[in-house]
């Protein structure tokens, strides 16, 4: 089993930037592949990016490119989305997941553990 919450979510003018965190706790935690999802109401929930166990390997949704940076600390046991130029529509629930895949995955079905979520709104 793997524990995972995530803080750092708030309200924030466009353009701003927000620093998402996921704590894990539970097992090793550089034993999963990380990432995070989010969802708007009345949407499914999306991909945002993923990192792999050594934190080498990343992967983005192509909304996000080049705007959010996801990292990892595994002597923290700590994920990190980095968020900037934020938009209104990246207002969601924002979910922090543990895969025990080998490699990045974006498909949430491949994910075993998530967060309860942060919710992330971004004003006009």
């Known amino acids: 089993q793997v524990q995972l919450v995530e803080s750092g979510g708030g309200l924030v003018q466009a353009g701003g930037s927000l620093r998402l965190s996921c704590a894990a706790s539970g097992r090793t935690f550089s034993r999963y592949v990380m990432g995070w999802f989010r969802q708007a109401p009345g949407n499914e929930r999306e991909f945002v990016a993923a990192i792999s166990r050594s934190g080498e390997g990343t992967l983005y949704t192509d909304s996000v490119k080049d705007r959010f940076t996801i990292s990892r600390d595994n002597a923290k046991n700590t994920l990190y989305l980095q968020m900037n130029s934020l938009k209104p529509e990246d207002t969601a629930v924002y979910y922090c997941?543990?895969?025990?895949?080998?490699?990045?995955?974006?498909?949430?079905?491949?994910?075993?553990?998530w967060g309860q979520g942060t919710q992330v709104t971004v004003s006009s």
């Open positions: 997941a543990a895969s025990s895949a080998l490699y990045v995955r974006a498909t949430p079905l491949h994910y075993d553990y």
